[in-house]
């Protein structure tokens, strides 16, 4: 029998409150046959104007905006979603930050208890797989036959950078991890010490892009040239000279790249920065106090993208091969990341090539890589068919370190 279900679902595991609410029917009476979906609402507040004069997010300062901001976006879905009839609601539980969880959970127990329906815990590394469901369009199909296993994901987000193997919808083995810092905690720690605003993945993204295309446009792309053009000139001084050959030694660190495991470690990545920044203020003391020059950031922001990119790119083909990888998913903030997506797809055609076996690649669509409750209650979905729900609401609790 077709049951159409109505799920709304709440995120607010980070800096963004979520809450999307969509209709999903089972496709056949064998649910591993997947499912439809129609998206009645996905609205979001987010907060990333008050975090950016701290530089980062702090949990209790979070919790204070998701208070603020969750009824308001709950009633903004409901009433875009023209107030349907909800049959159960999902929430992230974990990972994330736990003030900031609880936000959610409170909201989602106060509403499943007075609409008398079930509540849906959902982990957020799970709702970022099933991210790349989505299209552009209202309407989408999320097909689970079995041809698509094995699946590699690589999730990648400010708080998480993991490589999980599935060979089975729900079923995961995580075969690498970061040891210190994730990939998105370190963009952001270094767009802030080039004084980027966060969250400084896209920044970053922006500044690495600039350079890359000086160097695609022959070498003289405009923050070269410029730099060139102060040479030419007859007064030039030679700070700026040195400038120019002190940005044209830069080369940073692959932290692990040769390391058997499919581990990473970015933090050692972030301090090759750091000591680099020092190094050229020590170097050129009229830059102690002031911002350091463009160029500079330029050339910073595009190695250090390269470098982190090219082990993420290296380790996660690794692993395609060694466990003939039929399908790969990548979710997480930094999914969204133009380079990143651009260096997997070249090395996917190249591994290929080489072992003539297809992979199918799959990235979220535009605004599903970073946080939203659209995932969530996708995951809840399959999460409720498998009767992975909640009457006895006690047992729901935020975890901050909950693991897939
Ligand atoms: O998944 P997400 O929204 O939140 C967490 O679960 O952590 O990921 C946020 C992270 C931030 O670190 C942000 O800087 C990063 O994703 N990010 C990017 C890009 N867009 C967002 N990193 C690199 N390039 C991007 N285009
Ligand atoms: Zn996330």
């Not at 003030?99 to 959902?122: M, S």
């Not at 690498?176 to 993945?201: N, Q, S, W």
């Not at 102060?230 to 700026?240: A, D, G, L, V, Y």
């Amino acid at each position: 029998m077709q049951k159409r279900i109505k799920i709304l679902a709440i995120e607010t595991s980070c800096d963004d409150t979520c809450v999307a609410i969509i209709e999903a029917e089972s496709s056949s009476s064998n649910e591993k046959k997947g499912a439809s979906f129609k998206i009645l609402s996905n609205v979001a507040q987010n907060q990333s104007d008050i975090h950016t004069k701290y530089g980062g997010v702090y949990p209790m300062m979070a919790k204070r905006e998701h208070i603020k901001n969750i009824r308001p976006m709950y009633e903004l879905a409901m009433e875009k979603a023209k107030n349907p009839k909800i049959d159960a609601i999902a929430v992230t539980v974990g990972p994330g930050l736990e003030p900031a969880l609880w936000v959610g959970i409170t909201f989602a127990k106060e509403l499943a208890e007075k609409l008398k329906i079930p509540i849906i815990p959902v982990n957020h590394m799970e709702g970022h797989i099933f991210s790349i469901f989505p299209t552009k369009t209202k309407t989408f199909k999320v097909e689970k036959g079995k041809n698509f296993f094995p699946i590699l994901s690589l999730l990648i987000s400010g708080g998480h950078t993991e490589l999980v193997l599935m060979k089975d919808w729900m079923k995961y083995k995580k075969i690498g991890e970061t040891r210190d810092d994730a990939i998105g905690e370190a963009f952001d720690k270094v767009a802030r010490m080039l004084g980027l605003p966060y969250p400084g993945g896209p920044e970053v993204g922006r500044l690495a892009e600039a350079e890359r295309q000086d160097i695609l446009l022959g070498g003289l792309g405009s923050a070269t040239a410029r730099a060139r053009g102060i040479f030419q000139q007859k007064n030039i001084r030679t700070s700026q000279k040195n400038i120019l050959s002190f940005c044209q030694r830069i080369t940073f660190p692959r932290p692990m790249i040769h390391s058997k495991d499919y581990d990473f470690s970015f933090s050692g990545l972030k301090t090759a920065v750091l000591y680099l920044i020092r190094d050229f203020k020590e170097q050129f003391g009229e830059y102690s106090k002031k911002e350091i020059p463009n160029i500079l950031k330029q050339k910073i922001a595009r190695e250090f993208e390269d470098a982190a990119i090219e082990v993420i790119v290296k380790k996660t083909i690794r692993a395609m091969k060694e466990h003939k990888i039929k399908t790969f998913i990548v979710g997480g903030g930094v999914s969204a990341n133009k380079y990143l997506r651009q260096e997997l797809n070249s090395a996917i055609v190249n591994l290929q090539k080489e072992t003539k076996n297809k992979i199918r690649a799959r990235y979220p669509a535009p605004g599903l890589s970073t946080d939203n409750a659209l995932m969530i209650a996708i995951a809840g979905y399959f999460q409720y068919k498998n009767k992975k729900y909640l009457k006895d609401f006690d047992k729901i609790k935020a975890v901050g370190n909950l693991s897939l």
